[in-house]
């Protein structure tokens, strides 16, 4: 069993303006920490952040996560402070070779990196020449490892799929790393040979599954006759 299965973990989550990772900012964002198999209840250990992205919050974005414009305003610190504190304690635990969970990490990651160098702040990348502590995405991992699911794959589809209860304040950044740190050991409770790839394996495996399906999905685009690029990278 590999050393990222046993060392304490560490959940992200973001609620941001929209769907585009380029284009839109981070509103809210979480992290928690599972040591020993349990999620930490330490103040130090959960944080979570509310900024003002310095743009309008669109009313879609505001009925999922609540946080309207006018409560980022007035609650929010400013982007440039929340951005520099989140890559920052990112960078910490990976640099310390502890994996970080994330749900559909080809979303939140780059959105993160798009904004912080919107606001001239440091990226991950700028900050670690490599990531020591392995990006785990537990959407890849359940699209490649039980590909025949039919049906959406949402958070909340995969907690009910891995019979996890579910809250009644989800789309909350905290409570959604929560989940996605419970739904990860769920996961590779299910799935034990993922414990035997080391960091790196396992971030190349989800590159390729992702990637793969990727292709398969544009091709089923293409047979619609609908026109979506779907991205091959994963982060």
Not at 3 to 28: H, M
Not at 49 to 62: F, H, K, M, Q, T
Not at 129 to 147: H, K, M, N, T
Request: net charge negative; hydrophobic share 40%; with cysteine.
């Amino acid at each position: 069993m590999n050393t990222w299965v046993t060392a304490p973990w560490l959940g992200f989550d973001t609620e941001t303006t929209g769907i585009s990772p380029t284009r839109d900012r981070i509103v809210s964002a979480a992290s928690v920490v599972r040591i020993g198999g349990f999620l930490s209840t330490d103040p130090d250990q959960v944080q979570t952040w509310l900024a003002n992205p310095g743009v309008p919050i669109p009313d879609r974005a505001a009925a999922i996560h609540g946080i309207t414009t006018e409560q980022a305003v007035r609650d929010g610190r400013p982007a440039v402070e929340v951005l520099e504190e989140i890559n920052a304690t990112l960078a910490a635990h990976l640099s310390q070779g502890g994996p970080i969970i994330v749900f559909n990490a080809a979303y939140d990651l780059p959105l993160l990196a798009a904004d912080s160098a919107r606001h001239g702040v440091p990226t991950l990348t700028d900050r670690l020449a490599s990531f020591p502590g392995p990006i785990l995405d537990p959407l890849v991992l359940d699209r490649e490892l039980v590909r025949k699911r039919r049906g959406k794959r949402t958070l909340a589809d995969l907690c009910a799929a891995y019979r996890i209860p579910m809250p009644d304040d989800l789309h909350q950044a905290h409570v959604d790393a929560q989940l996605t740190v419970t739904l990860m050991a769920a996961i590779l409770e299910a799935n034990p040979g993922l414990g035997r790839l080391s960091g790196p394996e396992l971030v190349d495996y989800q590159r390729e599954a992702h990637a793969r399906w990727a292709r398969e999905f544009q091709a089923w685009l293409s047979q619609q006759g609908r026109r979506q690029h779907i991205d091959q990278n994963w982060i």
